[in-house]
């Protein structure tokens, strides 16, 4: 049997578009849009190493709904429809212990793409 690290409250914050995850002492705020890009869902993350797609323009995405999945998991329900990631205890945890790795992974890849966080600007990169 696994240890799961399972979060004491869960706190949505609709203005600030972030959600607040407490494990005993510790606290940990995650932004929605830090959530949507690392969904778990096959449509972001694939079948299988490499088939991840880059998600783009998800700066101003919210999370209008959580619903309990079991009592492993939460599905998150974001701004611009997608609702197709299954969020175990163990993943969440894991998206708190290395949110600056993974925000500053994400980040490059985005800069290295040439795209951007923010829907409504387009980025040309110029190979000079």
């Known amino acids: 049997m696994t240890d799961k ?3 004491t409250k869960i706190n949505l914050h609709t203005q600030s578009k972030t ?9 940990f705020e995650l932004s929605s849009e ?39 998991a939460i599905k998150l329900i974001f701004s611009d429809g997608h609702d197709s990631g299954i969020f175990t205890w163990d993943y969440l945890y894991d998206l708190c212990r290395h949110h600056d790795q993974y925000w500053d ?10 795209k951007t966080r ?8 110029l190979d000079l």
């Open 5 to 7: 690290k399972l979060p």
């Open 105 to 114: 992974s994400y980040l490059q890849r985005l800069h290295q793409e040439g």
């Open 19 to 27: 959600l607040v995850l407490e494990y005993g002492g510790e606290q």
């Open 34 to 72: 830090y959530l949507r890009v690392h969904s778990p869902s096959a449509e972001v993350r694939g079948h299988g190493r490499g088939q991840e797609t880059l998600q783009v323009g998800k700066l101003h995405v919210g999370i209008t709904a959580i619903e309990p999945v079991g009592r492993y």
């Open 118 to 125: 923010d829907p409504d600007l387009s980025v040309i990169k």
